[in-house]
């Protein structure tokens, strides 16, 4: 999906879509529930034009499914989850924070905290 040069509606699609199946140049796509309302006429026709484009799909097809789990889009969100936790415990064992917290009975918002980005 990183790959593809696709913005917008499409890539949103193309992250929350899993795959099911590729014969015969029939690609054969995903989405739950949840993620259909992002199967809009504009978006299924750039990314089936891309997908045409870079690795040969004559058709491109939908199916509904349960789970999302194996999407770009839950493993991104997996993955801001686990940094966001990595960053709290950073934080919280800074020495500093130990020495607020143990002299002023200071409190810690944790919602406050996030990750550094680049």
Do not use: C, W, Y
Request: hydrophobic share 40%; proline share 3%.
């Amino acid at each position: 999906v990183e790959q593809l040069p696709i913005r917008g509606m499409a890539q949103q699609l193309a992250e929350n879509a899993t795959f099911e199946s590729h014969i015969d140049g029939v690609l054969t796509l995903g989405l739950t529930a949840e993620s259909v309302a992002l199967r809009t006429d504009g978006a299924v026709a750039q990314l089936a034009q891309s997908l045409r484009d870079s690795i040969g799909v004559s058709q491109l097809r939908f199916t509904r499914t349960q789970t999302s789990t194996d999407t770009l889009a839950a493993q991104r969100s997996e993955e801001a989850a686990a940094q966001l936790q990595n960053a709290r415990e950073e934080f919280l064992a800074l020495p500093l924070v130990t020495a607020l917290q143990q002299t002023f009975n200071a409190t810690i918002d944790m919602k406050s905290i996030r990750p550094l980005t680049d």
